[in-house]
């Protein structure tokens, strides 16, 4: 059975850090495989905030988290991570990972990604 699982979130006080992790199953994260971190914060789009190429391990970030924000992947573990670092409070939101068999140059929208999808992990910033 094919499926991505997040892990990793909760509650951390503005200027903390959390590691999100995405663990796959089924397939290999190593081949032909991009990966896709998005959140959706309440009453807000869902919106692209990392991405990884695995044609060349290229990164991709929105602008609000460039420099705080850092998308990894551990092929042994078939394990993609995102470490949150200088968390801020308008960083809460639902998190979520996604697949795409496809080649992106560019952070993608949530609406053109994602062959499979997780169920999101909870990321609250707040004092």
């Known amino acids: 059975q094919v499926h991505v699982v997040e892990s990793g979130g909760g509650l951390v006080q503005p200027g903390g850090s959390l590691r999100l992790s995405c663990a796959a199953s089924g397939f290999s994260l190593a081949y032909n495989y991009a990966i896709g971190w998005f959140r959706q914060a309440p009453g807000k789009e869902r919106e692209g905030v990392a991405c990884m190429s695995t044609v060349d391990g290229t990164t991709y970030y929105a602008d609000s988290v460039k420099g705080r924000f850092t998308i990894s992947r551990d092929n042994a573990k078939n394990t993609v991570y995102l470490q949150m670092n200088s968390l801020k409070p308008e960083d809460t939101a639902v998190y979520f990972c996604?697949?795409?068999?496809?080649?992106?140059?560019?952070?993608?929208?949530?609406?053109?990604?994602?062959?499979?999808w997780g169920q999101g992990t909870q990321v609250t910033v707040s004092s």
């Open positions: 996604a697949a795409d068999r496809r080649v992106w140059f560019k952070l993608p929208s949530p609406k053109d990604f994602g062959d499979y």
